[in-house]
């Protein structure tokens, strides 16, 4: 069955350090696959994806994704967080109209 | 762009009583999905629209929900009679060439 997982439920960092969250996916074929971030009382916002090509995506506010074939993971980056990047954050993966969303892993910043 | 537009951001309703949650997809975008995030599930595809067309209804969780979608710009998921399980955020997503863009959510207490 196709299916997302995200390991990590709650990550906890200080601002300025780098940040790993992982995602991984189990598709027959190369899924589509997207990371969400999600802020308390609001949608999930496109922070980047990737379909094809160069398998290190960039994204919004900062953060890049690397797609590892060999590993079925599709893991999200920043160098330097910072106390507004604390929310929610969704991997997703689809290979049609339907797309699979992970669980979440919620980061927390401190100062 | 105003995005993807739901309404209304809360409701709270007695158990029983009929519920509808609105949702205006972005202009342009030929697929509409109706989403439902609860802490113990995740997020729950309920129903995918394209072109106005109900594709895939499978998650409906059960015949008390229905949707429709009578035209490019309006879409409603319906509730009746309603059931204090069903409370959850409810969002509405649309999409174009697979990126999809969420609303703000209806937050629905059932009581």
């Known amino acids: 069955a196709q299916s997302v997982t995200q390991p990590d439920i709650h990550i906890t960092v200080s601002e300025g350090a780098s940040l790993e969250l992982r995602c991984n996916y189990s598709?027959?074929?190369?899924?589509?696959l997207f990371w969400y971030v999600q802020s308390p009382g609001q949608g999930l916002q496109l922070l980047l994806k990737?379909?094809?090509?160069?398998?290190l995506v960039q994204g919004i506010k900062g953060f890049e994704a690397e797609f590892k074939r060999s590993q079925s993971s599709f893991n999200l980056r920043k160098p330097s967080v910072h106390w507004s990047d604390a929310a929610e954050y969704f991997c997703?993966?689809?290979?049609?109209?339907?797309?699979?969303f992970g669980k979440g892993t919620l980061l927390t910043v401190n100062p | 762009d105003a995005g993807v537009i739901q309404s209304p951001r809360h409701e709270v309703t007695e158990m029983g009583q009929e519920v509808t949650l609105r949702c205006k997809p972005i202009?342009?975008?030929?697929?509409l999905f109706w989403y439902r995030q609860t802490m113990m599930r995740g997020l729950e595809l309920l129903i995918y629209?394209?072109?106005?067309?109900?594709?895939?209804d499978s998650g409906m969780p059960e015949d008390r929900f229905s949707a429709k979608m009578p035209n490019a710009s309006f879409s409603t998921l319906k509730i009746q009679p309603s059931e204090p399980r069903d409370s959850a955020v409810y969002f509405c997503?649309?999409?174009?060439?697979?990126?999809?863009?969420f609303g703000s959510g209806t937050r629905l207490t059932v009581v």
């Open positions: 997503a649309s999409s174009y060439n697979y990126v999809y863009t």
């Open positions: 598709y027959g074929a190369t899924p589509y």
């Open positions: 990737y379909f094809s090509g160069d398998t």
């Open positions: 997703s993966g689809g290979s049609n109209y339907k797309l699979t």
């Open positions: 202009s342009g975008h030929n697929s």
């Open positions: 629209f394209n072109n106005n067309v109900p594709i895939d």
